[in-house]
């Protein structure tokens, strides 16, 4: 489910937001985003999203650019969507 190119959301940590799953180690991901620094997490910090983005043709700053622009359509929803998987990750524990 959590595989390159999947988009998620980091629900835990300093810096959370919407990222990209760039590759994997072991069984930590690395992810980049906007607002999330280019690292390796646990899959446990990480929510999936339905979508994915082919990043193997675009750069550092390219995926960072279309990132910001999904995380600001998904701040337009009705539901904001950080606010809910941060209170499902809470109530689940």
Do not use: W, Y
Not at 38 to 43: A, D, I, L, T
């Amino acid at each position: 489910m959590l595989k390159k190119n999947r988009l998620a959301v980091k629900i835990a940590g300093r810096d959370h937001g919407i990222c990209v799953i760039l590759g994997k180690k072991k069984d930590k991901l690395q992810v980049v985003g906007p607002s999330v620094r280019k690292r390796f997490v646990s899959p446990v910090h990480l929510e999936p999203l339905p979508e994915e983005l082919d990043t193997s043709k675009l750069s550092e700053d390219e995926i960072i650019e279309k990132l910001k622009e999904k995380d600001a359509a998904l701040k337009a929803d009705k539901l904001d969507f950080l606010t809910m998987t941060s209170l499902k990750a809470k109530l689940s524990r």
